[in-house]
């Protein structure tokens, strides 16, 4: 009797080839590498009423690469009580010698930016939109999350880019301002007393004389 793993002993050695190197099942599957879509900077730093840009910058890969990417669609979310998005401009690397069509639309706390080439793709990497955030003036200090979900990159032939997002993260800073202004108030005061009670002390010692 043949144990029941002698015939099968050639495709588990062939599985086991596969799976020691790294690659080698996408490749022979025919699967596409991924892209990456990330923010730069990761993480801002912003008081109250303050704003900053961003860029969102595409890492593509495969088969992206080479024919050229033709539309990029991405969503962006934010806790709108403390953020705003104030403002999205294409960030050239799409366009690269050809006109681009930008179709924007908002709502609180969202913002979806459709981008669409008039001809051939873009290939290599680059900044796909900039980004300007800005913090409300209520706005409780903490960290913020501004994410990139939903997003949908096409290359020319049809082929839809497998794209991982990564988020930035705005840290919202105590606005010293107030209190500031507070303490120049206070002391304020309390220099006029002072000065109202020299005087008082003053007047009755020339009394007194």
Known sequence: MRRPLDGDRPVVLAV??????????????????????EYDP??????PGEEETVELELFVGGS????????????LTYDAEALNVT??????????????G???????????????????????NGTVLSVTVAVSE??????Y???????????????HQHTFTNNATVVVAENNADDSLSGRFTLGVGTVIALLVLAALTTDRVRSE
């Open 16 to 37: 086991v080839a596969l799976l020691a190197v790294p690659g080698a099942v996408a490749v022979g599957a025919g699967s596409d590498t991924v892209g990456i879509l």
């Open 42 to 47: 990761e993480t801002v730093e912003l008081a």
């Open 64 to 75: 992206a690469r080479n024919v050229g990417v033709d539309r990029v669609n991405t969503t």
């Open 87 to 100: 403002a999205t401009e294409p960030g050239g690397w799409l366009a690269d010698g050809a006109g681009v």
């Open 102 to 124: 930008v179709e924007t639309e908002r709502e609180a706390g969202a913002v979806w930016v459709t981008q669409t080439r008039d001809r051939g793709g873009a290939t290599g």
């Open 138 to 143: 209520t706005a409780t200090p903490g960290s």
């Open 145 to 159: 999350t501004l994410a990139c979900g939903d997003t949908s990159v096409r290359t020319v032939d049809g082929h």
